[in-house]
């Protein structure tokens, strides 16, 4: 056998013990996954609540950098049966639809759930309008998108 034949051999058995330990079950990789639906709508008024349900087999995380909504836990163990509250927290007053993303880590993976807060529909210009007992005309001041 020559040096060369040797070392040709040589490679050949040691790439197949990296792929061979490379596919190896339980080599500290995790999984999630979203059991509820990946994109939700919330309310565009404050203290509204949805729920992201979801399935981490390691320690997991969640951030999100909207300041129009906030949620709990923030993080977790594994587990086949895991719930974030996301609430709104606050009215979305502008004519726009706003979009955040909820991030969710665990080990070396991260998935996401978009979350869309529809704009107002209607927004008053007044907090209060009063009428007499007796009834008569009551006029609305508003904007609409």
């Not at 974030?84 to 080990?107: D, E, F, P, Y």
Request: charged share 15%; hydrophobic share 40%.
């Amino acid at each position: 056998m020559t040096i060369k034949t040797f070392i040709g051999k040589a490679l050949a058995c040691l790439l197949s013990v990296v792929v061979l330990a490379g596919c190896k079950d339980g080599d500290g990789g995790s999984s999630i996954t979203i059991t509820s639906a990946v994109m939700m709508e919330m309310p565009s008024v404050v203290n509204q609540k949805k729920t992201i349900t979801f399935q981490a087999t390691a320690d997991w995380t969640a951030s999100c950098a909207a300041d129009w909504l906030v949620f709990s836990p923030k993080k977790g163990s594994a587990g086949d049966n895991i719930t974030i509250t996301v609430t709104t927290a606050s009215t979305n007053r502008t004519k726009t639809t706003r979009t955040a993303q909820l991030m969710l880590k665990s080990g070396g993976e991260t998935t996401h759930v978009s979350l869309i807060q529809s704009a107002k529909y209607a927004i008053f210009n007044h907090k209060e309008y009063t009428v007499d007992a007796q009834g008569g005309t009551l006029v609305l001041d508003f904007k609409s998108n």
